[in-house]
C-alpha cells in the first residue's frame, strides 16, 4: 500500500495481475514431457528448449489477440508475465535481458511469486525448501534477481506467502 508502486497498483490492475497469474507457464505446453519432467539437470540443449516457453506463451496470446481482431485487450497483463518473468533485475534473464525497470511490473511482481512457489514445492528433480530457505533466498536475491521495492514489500507480507503455501501443501 506504501510502495512507490501504488499509484500504478489500483484494485483493478491488482485483480488483473493475480487473475493472469496463473498462466505464466502457459507456454510450456510446447515442451516436451521429456524436459518438463526430466528429474535430473538439464543439458544446456534442453535449457535452450525450456527456456523457448516465454515465447510460446506471448506468441499463444498474441494469436487469441489476432483471432478476437483486438491487439491490447485484457491479454495485456497474461502476456506481459507469460514473456518477461524469467527477466531479472540485473539484466541476466531471458528472453530479452531486460533490466531493471524495462521489465513490466506485472512480471517482476509474478517472478518473486514464482520463484517462492518454485522453491517451497516439491519437483520430480527436488524437494521444497521451508519457507525461511525460501524467504532468504528471495531476499539475497533483491536487486540482482528480484526489483529490490518488491522484494521488501515481500519481506513485509510474507507470513501470508507462508501461510498460503502451507494451505495449498496440506491440501496435496
Known amino acids: 500500500k506504501d510502495s512507490e508502486y501504488s499509484n500504478f497498483l489500483d484494485l483493478e490492475t491488482v485483480d488483473l ?6 498462466l505464466h507457464d502457459i507456454g510450456k505446453v510446447g515442451i516436451p514431457d521429456s524436459i518438463l519432467l526430466k528429474p535430473d539437470n538439464l543439458s544446456p540443449e534442453e ?3 525450456m ?5 510460446l506463451g506471448k506468441e499463444a496470446i498474441e494469436k487469441a489477440e489476432r483471432l478476437m481482431n483486438r491487439a491490447e485487450t485484457f491479454l495485456r497483463y ?3 508475465i507469460v514473456y518477461s518473468h524469467h527477466e531479472r533485475w540485473d539484466g541476466k534473464g531471458y528472453p530479452l535481458g531486460l533490466s531493471g525497470t524495462e521489465i513490466p511490473l506485472s512480471a517482476r511482481i509474478v517472478a518473486l511469486a514464482d520463484v517462492y512457489d518454485a522453491l517451497t514445492s516439491s519437483r520430480v528433480y527436488k524437494s521444497h525448501y521451508s519457507h525461511e530457505e525460501a524467504r532468504d533466498i528471495i531476499l539475497d536475491n533483491a536487486g540482482k ?3 529490490p521495492v518488491i522484494a521488501e514489500v515481500f519481506e513485509r507480507i510474507q507470513g501470508k506467502f507462508d501461510k498460503i503455501s502451507s494451505q495449498y501443501r496440506d491440501q496435496s
Open 17 to 22: 495481475i493475480v487473475t493472469s497469474a496463473p
Open 47 to 49: 535449457f535452450e528448449i
Open 51 to 55: 527456456k523457448s516457453h516465454t515465447v
Open 78 to 80: 497474461p502476456k506481459e
Open 145 to 147: 534477481q528480484f526489483d
